[in-house]
């Protein structure tokens, strides 16, 4: 269930040149509790005194299982001129803003028959993925699946928590992260690099109908055209599961 809570800025860190990962706890030292895939409300006002609010998936890694964690981590995009880059792009450490939550149904189902998890995203939409990593371990240890995340970016300074996902591709096989690079390949690729657009390495993988369920976040032109990409492949509408994130002023 949602609550309205205070959040007060523990740790951050500059992920790219424009986009920051931030760490929150809660003001009130009570836990949050949330489903790998959610995101949370940021509530704000703009200059004139109008209220407004921008979502944020969370980035926390905690257990996978819906218990409670003790921060709320989120990457935030700065956008030139954009009231909540105002906002959370100078927020010094201890200071509060307000949100709500936990939202969303962008998430693993637990009656989910599949064989393989087919992840896409660019820029900041690859931040609900990291959430679901001990999810994505625990699943390894229950039944026979595999993950494919397929992560867009325009170069390798831009290719967020890229260290985090190779590491935990290298200690869990049944893991592939696939880096594709659409202007400025790395200058010492790497095997799983790509150049290109996401879709270059979507169709690598040979997306099948009869065992993979995607989940697609980040661009709203790439999650259109990886949409149709799959449902050309013959993958059933349910299972291709979708969240745009549209960068706001």
Known sequence: M??????????SRMLA??????????????PFAFLPGQFVQVHFHYADGKPTKRSYSVATIGAGDGSAVDRVEMAVSYVDGGAATALLGGLEQGGTIEASGPYGRFCLMDNDANGRYVLVATGTGVTPYRAMLPQLKALFAKRDIEVALIYGARNEAELLYGDEFEAFARENPQFR???CFSRTPRAAPRPHDRNGRVQVALEEIKPDAARDIAYLCGNPDMVDQSFNLLKEAGLPIPHIRREKYVSSR
Do not use: I, K, M, N
């Open 17 to 30: 040149p424009s986009v920051r990962h931030l760490a929150f706890e809660r003001a009130d030292g009570a």
């Open 2 to 11: 949602a609550e309205h809570f205070s959040l007060r800025l523990a740790d």
């Open 177 to 179: 992260f696939y880096a």
